[in-house]
């Protein structure tokens, strides 16, 4: 598991790796997730405890 952040000042949340799937929410730049795998350039991500979707690749920022 890795962990990152956001780095856009809106980043999109959405329950599908694509922007055709639903935007489940939005976050303000660094927010914390962790990313649990990648599916076309797409990160799945969770957000605080239970929140759950998918990412861009171009809105997070990886930690080292």
Do not use: C
């Not at 980043?11 to 599908?16: A, H, T, V, Y």
């Not at 799937?21 to 990313?35: G, R, V």
């Not at 599916?39 to 990412?55: A, K």
């Amino acid at each position: 598991k890795e962990s990152g952040r956001t780095k856009q000042r809106q980043n999109q949340l959405r329950s599908g790796p694509s922007t055709s799937f639903d935007k489940l929410a939005t976050f303000p730049a660094k927010q914390e997730i962790n990313i649990f795998g990648e599916t076309n350039g797409w990160y799945h991500v969770r957000i605080g405890d239970s929140l759950e979707g998918f990412m861009h690749h171009s809105l997070i920022l990886i930690k080292p």
